[in-house]
């Protein structure tokens, strides 16, 4: 697993890149400046449709975002 990912050893021994969607039970995305959009609508949505339970988006470059 990458230095981002959290989820029991056991449930995802077989890989080192990603956590399966079966297992994940929270996403935390932070948005880029330059595909803030892909960020906000997109990426939610597949979240959603792979039934992952819990999403937190944090949106540095949201119109009101402290900077």
């Not at 050893?9 to 969607?21: E, G, N």
């Not at 079966?22 to 400046?33: G, H």
């Amino acid at each position: 697993m990458g230095p981002h990912q959290v989820a029991p050893v056991p449930l995802c021994a077989d890989t080192d890149t990603h956590v399966p969607a079966a297992v994940a039970e929270l996403v935390v995305e932070v948005t880029s400046k330059s595909n803030a959009r892909h960020d906000r609508i997109s990426k939610p949505a597949a979240y959603a449709a792979a039934g992952i339970p819990l999403y937190l988006l944090v949106d540095r470059w949201a119109p009101k975002a402290p900077r």
